[in-house]
């Protein structure tokens, strides 16, 4: 079942629905903060909401206007900011914000915080108190992220002992909430080659013990014991979120400004400026995002004929934007579905626009360089000689070639500090961007040859000659052949091992020892306190890919390959991190990591 379905039944049910039921207000205000805003945006339409009784939304941190006669419905993060502003909405008996709150949770509500709101005035208000226990952001129906960016920081700077216990903790409990929601008890894997990835796991593994004596069912149905949740730290491939990627939705994110999945641009006419929201409501956007781009345009074309066949508009064999615009003032009824068409045409000229103006030779060199070989499969014996004219070029930016230099290092397994220099001089690398090449060694990169240096130990790749049929597009990410060596059960358990004490068998280990934990946590509540409800589950088993430090687009693309090539095997797959990247964001990323060393 979709991810952004599944959020969208909870929330419905288990928030909205529940007291809709209840003898009161017809009509409620729902708080909310910035994450719970992002999750309802992202899977729950207005309208959807308005009919189960919300009037308004409003912003929890914005000042509100008092509405002492309206019951408030506070969606809202357990954490110390937040429910200090929800304690001050009642803290003067004679002037409440609202008649009544009804509070829910995205997670667990740690003690101290739930003894505050115990102890406040608020508590003669609030009527209901529950945690609801999603607390992630459903990005699409494969795909989730932690919405926490600053988590990259954290993690791989030196020096932020302190706060990275504090965030694995948030961490921990944001996944244990996906797997709550899925209804999953999955056994988990991590990768060994970062140590900092055994402390995610077996806080994950803390949490979701509690969850399970809460709901002992968690976990339970026909294969569910196979299901995993492998830990990966983003060193476990840098490659990826370098390249400049060629598939729709990746090359849209990397070479266009789209900010917030909003894309913006001059409409052909003299009009105002255009703006459409790329996600999966759009049915065209959705069906053409992991193709192609040398397939996207006559994807969208043929799309297009077949419609105006159908409608009986008539259609040249190519489409174009004049001809698009004229369709639409002809048959006005079908104006949205036109426009959608109209938009992606736009979007793809943009993005091949942006290719053809120099993002081709980049992308030659590139693949090179990842792959080893050439397009003819033949060793390269000389990389320099392809990467020195880029370097030289003042036409390229300068973090398309720390891109190079970056893929260049990761291929020849570091090199001199000499050669570095040399490179960084004649690329003419601003030195605020030094640290993104310098910071690399934190995600476990060697950037300077050592002899005495252990290398990272990676997983087998795979032979995909068959799959890969243009020349600009030969890497495959290496979460793709993790996720179908866990699949068929052939990770390797070394690179990839079980925490101590689970396995993908039928065994629920460390469960029993925790539940007088969740069974307090849970009595506290009183007569807050409702039974959850549990949702319809799938059968077969699950696999979800946790990427602490960003999850690239194409990661995400691999995700839905994975489960459209293998249509036989009953397993789903879902693929998220602490953040989505792109390849600016990830050099930013790294170019940050040395401000919060020390």
């Not at 490659?239 to 939705?249: A, D, F, I, N």
């Not at 048959?331 to 103006?357: G, H, I, N, W």
């Not at 081709?360 to 990389?383: F, H, M, N, W, Y």
């Not at 959850?532 to 960003?550: E, Q």
């Amino acid at each position: 079942m979709a991810l952004k379905a599944v959020v969208e039944q909870r929330i419905l049910k288990d928030v909205l629905y529940s007291l809709r039921e209840k003898k009161g207000a017809k009509w409620r205000v729902l708080v909310v903060d910035n994450l719970s805003m992002r999750i309802i945006s992202s899977c729950c339409k207005m309208k959807t909401i308005t009919e189960a009784g919300i009037t308004l939304v409003e912003d929890l941190m914005k000042k509100r206007e008092p509405l002492r006669n309206v019951e408030a419905i506070y969606l809202i993060q357990p954490t110390e900011k937040s429910v200090k502003i929800l304690v001050d909405d009642f803290k003067e008996p004679l002037n409440p914000q609202y008649k009544v709150a009804h509070v829910f949770f995205t997670g667990a509500c740690p003690d101290q915080l739930f003894s505050e709101v115990c102890k406040s005035a608020a508590s003669k208000y609030i009527k209901t108190l529950k945690e609801i226990n999603i607390a992630f952001l459903p990005y699409e129906s494969q795909v989730f992220s932690l919405d926490s960016p600053e988590s990259f920081n954290i993690f791989f700077s030196t020096g932020r002992s302190p706060q990275r216990a504090a965030m694995i903790e948030r961490v921990a409990e944001q996944i244990a909430t996906i797997c709550a929601t899925l209804g999953e008890y999955p056994a988990i894997r991590y990768r060994s080659e970062c140590d900092k990835n055994l402390e995610v796991a077996q806080a994950i593994q803390s949490k979701l013990d509690a969850y399970k004596a809460d709901t002992p069912t968690m976990g339970e149905g026909p294969e569910k014991h196979r299901s995993q949740l492998l830990v990966i730290d983003r060193g476990f491939d840098v490659v990826t979120p370098l390249l400049h990627e060629l598939t729709y939705q990746a090359m849209a994110y990397d070479l266009l400004s789209i900010e917030n999945d909003v894309y913006r641009y001059e409409p052909s006419n003299t009009g105002p400026e255009a703006e459409v929201l790329l996600d999966e409501n759009d049915e065209l956007w959705s069906s053409l995002r992991h193709q192609h781009i040398a397939q996207v345009s006559a994807q969208i074309t043929g799309k297009l004929k077949k419609f105006a066949k159908e409608k009986k508009m008539g259609s040249g064999d190519k489409a174009t934007m004049r001809e698009l615009s004229m369709m639409m003032k002809k048959m006005p009824q079908y104006q949205k579905v036109l426009k959608q068409y109209s938009t992606q045409l736009r979007l793809a000229e943009d993005c091949m626009k942006q290719f053809q103006s120099g993002v081709d030779k980049l992308c030659q060199v590139e693949q090179d360089l990842a792959v080893g070989t050439d397009a003819d499969g033949d060793k390269i014996r000389d990389q320099m000689r392809n990467i020195v004219p880029i370097l030289l070029n003042q036409k390229i930016s300068a973090y398309d070639k720390v891109r190079i230099i970056l893929l260049y290092i990761v291929g020849r397994q570091g090199i001199s500090e000499e050669n570095l220099n040399k490179l960084i001089q004649h690329a003419q690398i601003p030195e605020p961007e030094r640290p993104i090449v310098d910071n690399m060694k934190l995600l476990g990169v060697q950037i300077y040859q050592d002899s005495k240096l252990r290398r990272q130990k990676q997983v087998d790749r795979k032979e995909r000659i068959t799959e890969n049929t243009y020349q600009l597009s030969r890497w495959t990410p290496v979460i793709k052949d993790v996720m179908e060596y866990a699949m068929n059960d052939s990770l390797d358990s070394k690179l990839y091992p079980f925490l101590s004490g689970r396995s993908n068998s039928s065994s629920y280990g460390g469960s029993a020892a925790r539940s007088s934990d969740a069974e307090s946590r849970s009595a506290r509540y009183g007569h807050w306190h409702k039974d959850k409800n549990t949702l319809d589950r799938k059968s077969g088993p699950r696999l979800i890919v946790f990427v602490l430090g960003g999850v690239s687009y194409s990661e995400m693309r691999a995700a839905a390959e994975v489960t459209r090539e293998n249509p036989k095997k009953s397993w789903e797959i879902y693929v998220g991190s602490t953040h989505l990247l792109t390849p600016e964001a990830f050099l930013s990323d790294l170019r940050d990591l040395r401000a919060v060393e020390g």
